[in-house]
């Protein structure tokens, strides 16, 4: 059974930071492509990077310089570390695992507001 579980989310004031965490099982970790999405209300879910087994990242560039996607296969964890966040960054946050197939996890809430 194959599980991705997100944690890390939860309000913050504007400029702070935050670290999400999504931890895989039931996948060989190390062959996926993973990546983080996220989808505002109202808004279509969209990338907001990615990482392959081999270590190449991909970021969306409204969050390059600011977001930093990484992975420990030890640990069958990827992260998201967020700085400098903006209210436009409010969203549920969704990890993937993309082979042969898609999974996804059950997303986190990530609010940015004064």
């Known amino acids: 059974q194959v599980q991705l579980v997100e944690s890390g989310g939860g309000l913050v004031q504007p400029g702070g930071s935050l670290r999400l965490s999504c931890a895989a099982s039931?996948?060989?970790?190390?062959?996926?492509?993973m990546g983080w999405f996220r989808q505002a209300p109202g808004k279509q879910r969209e990338m907001v990077a990615s990482?392959?087994?081999?270590?190449?990242?991909n970021y969306a560039d409204s969050v390059k310089g600011r977001f930093t996607i990484s992975r420990d296969t030890a640990k069958n964890t990827v992260y998201l570390q967020m700085n400098s966040l903006k209210p436009d960054d409010t969203a549920v946050y969704y990890c993937?695992?993309?082979?042969?197939?898609?999974?996804w996890g059950q997303g986190t809430q990530v609010t940015i507001s004064s």
């Open positions: 990482i392959t087994p081999g270590g190449s990242t």
């Open positions: 039931g996948i060989t970790f190390r062959l996926y492509v």
């Open positions: 993937k695992g993309s082979l042969n197939s898609d999974y």
